[in-house]
């Protein structure tokens, strides 16, 4: 199943991949999204990029077909991430909770600038997440990428509201 969630904000891209670093930012988007994120590895590659191991664990119950064949009452899963700061970008692999042969989700984070003067940005999550799991298999998709959707639109609510304060911060 394709996925693709985009979330449009006031600021420069750059300034948004930073807040992306920023621990306090961070820690809201993950309270408002309810999932907690966990780095268990980290380490630069020979070509520069950023790794990053993630461990994710969303505060929502699973549905009950999915809670059964995940054997979990709660999505949890490894995100391997390759980070490109200089582009704004990252492709990320997750890990699955069930056998790979069966599982496999692949994709790219990316903050575009946007407007004439590129004052606004757009983020991007494209990926693919496919479960051969026969007769449930598509249900299963549709609970991981739903979750997904849910998880970056309460995170975009999140960033909204950081920005609006920002801009409304006194300047010394």
């Known amino acids: ?19 992306t670093n920023n621990p306090v930012f961070v820690a809201g988007t993950d309270e408002r999204a309810r999932v907690e994120k966990t780095v268990v590895e980290e380490s630069t590659e020979p070509d520069g990029r950023r790794f990053q191991r993630v461990r994710f664990t969303s505060r929502v119950p699973l549905t009950p077909v999915a809670a ?4 979990a009452s709660h ?5 391997l ?3 490109k700061d200089d582009d704004l970008y ?3 692999e997750v890990l ?11 994709g790219e984070y990316r ?4 407007g004439e003067n590129e004052e606004s940005c757009e983020r991007v999550i494209t990926g693919n997440i496919d479960v051969g799991v026969p007769l449930v298999g598509r249900r299963i998709e549709e609970t991981v990428v739903n979750e997904i959707r849910r998880s970056y639109d309460l995170a975009a609510e999140f960033t909204l509201e950081w920005l609006a304060n920002e801009s ?5």
């Not at 059964?68 to 054997?71: F, S, T, V």
Request: hydrophobic fraction near 45%; proline fraction near 9%; aromatic fraction near 12%.
């Open 75 to 79: 999505l949890t899963y490894d995100q």
């Open 168 to 172: 409304k911060a006194p300047t010394s």
């Open 111 to 114: 903050i575009l600038p946007r």
């Open 96 to 106: 699955p909770p069930i056998s790979t042969k069966r599982f496999k989700a692949v």
């Open 90 to 92: 990252l492709d990320w």
């Open 1 to 19: 199943m394709k996925m693709d969630i985009r979330h449009k904000f006031p600021c420069a891209a750059k300034h948004l991949w930073n807040l």
């Open 68 to 71: 059964k064949l995940l054997n």
């Open 81 to 83: 991430q390759w980070i």
